[in-house]
């Protein structure tokens, strides 16, 4: 029963050790020669100004949820024009609706100035 499990620990053991043996091996042979410039706290290029924990626009994060939503539906034309010809019109027309849905969206949302950045 017991040497049912041994690839699975085998393979968790050779799964740490490729996580583990890399950065150990960076701490141990890497050259430890820390300057001013190296401990400075970097942000953009320039030093940071305010707290950290300032709040951000909330159109920065509309921009964002938006980039996402649009990307993960680009992302269905792959495998639909993969299986095009075995879907037939049907699936077509089916894209062509969820084209459409997506095109009405986009509209709106660049009416409503979503996408303008000030």
Same mark, same amino acid.
Not at 5 to 18: A, D
Not at 30 to 59: I, W
């Given at each position: 029963?017991?040497?049912?499990?041994? $690839?699975?620990?085998?393979?968790?053991?050779?799964?740490?050790?490729?996580?583990?043996? $890399?950065?150990?091996?960076?701490?141990?042979?890497?050259?430890?020669?820390?300057?001013?410039?190296?401990?400075?706290?970097?942000?953009?290029?320039?030093?940071? /100004?305010?707290?950290?924990?300032?709040?951000?626009?909330?159109?920065?994060?509309?921009?964002?949820?938006?980039?996402?939503? /649009?990307?993960?539906?680009?992302?269905?034309?792959? $495998?639909?024009?993969?299986?095009?010809?075995?879907?037939?019109?049907?699936?077509?027309?089916?894209?062509?609706?969820?084209?459409?849905?997506?095109?009405?969206? /986009?509209?709106?949302?660049?009416?409503?100035?979503?996408?303008?950045?000030?």
């Amino acid at each position: 029963m017991l040497e049912n499990y041994l $690839p699975i620990l085998i393979f968790l053991g050779l799964g740490i050790g490729f996580g583990v043996v $890399p950065v150990l091996a960076g701490r141990v042979l890497a050259p430890n020669r820390p300057d001013d410039a190296k401990l400075s706290p970097y942000e953009c290029g320039f030093e940071a /100004f305010e707290d950290s924990r300032m709040k951000f626009d909330v159109r920065y994060y509309l921009v964002a949820i938006l980039f996402i939503i /649009f990307d993960l539906e680009i992302a269905f034309f792959v $495998p639909w024009a993969v299986v095009l010809d075995n879907i037939g019109w049907f699936g077509y027309f089916a894209m062509m609706i969820f084209l459409g849905i997506l095109v009405i969206g /986009f509209a709106y949302e660049w009416k409503k100035g979503a996408l303008e950045w000030e």
